[in-house]
């Protein structure tokens, strides 16, 4: 019976990142540090990873916000594979921003994140403290 209830709680995440500007350089897993919501634990603010739970199919979206006349590009990766890319160029006086969904299929115990990647050697992103800009977020959607 406790596996059945098990297999039901919900897994869901949105993690933002609060009050930083700052410059990372590609294949750098960006960390949403600060979480709002965190159903079944399974995203650590650490190290910006998703660990999958079970087997299912999962939702993910993000943005990111950047600064500076740059391009920012991130991928979304699952065990090193490439699931889906977004990106932005800033080239104003104001904060773009470039988001993405993704659906994927997991394996339970497969990791997820969100990564830079792109044109350039360095990206700047942005995100306000009272209004976070750049977030991350994901769900179980489907189980077999």
């Not at 399974?42 to 999958?52: L, N, R, S, T």
């Not at 979304?76 to 299929?105: D, P, Q, R, W």
């Not at 994140?113 to 050697?121: A, E, L, Q």
Request: aromatic share 14%; hydrophobic share 35%; glycine share 10%.
């Amino acid at each position: 019976m406790q596996t059945i209830q098990k297999e039901k709680e919900p897994v869901m995440f949105y993690a933002v990142i609060r009050g930083k500007t700052f410059t990372y350089n590609i294949d750098t897993i960006l960390v949403f540090e600060t979480v709002i919501v965190n159903e079944g634990g399974h995203y650590d603010k650490y190290d910006g990873v998703f660990v999958a739970p079970r087997k299912a199919t999962y939702m993910f979206s993000w943005t990111v916000s950047g600064t500076g006349a740059t391009y920012t590009v991130t991928e979304f990766v699952v065990e090193n594979k490439v699931i889906s890319s977004a990106g932005e160029y800033h080239g104003g006086g104001t904060y773009s921003s470039g988001s993405m969904t993704a659906l994927c299929e997991m394996e339970k115990g497969d990791h997820a994140w969100i990564r830079s990647t792109g044109v350039s050697t360095e990206h700047n992103l942005y995100s306000h403290d009272n209004y976070p800009q750049s977030s991350f977020l994901g769900f179980l959607l489907l189980t077999e």
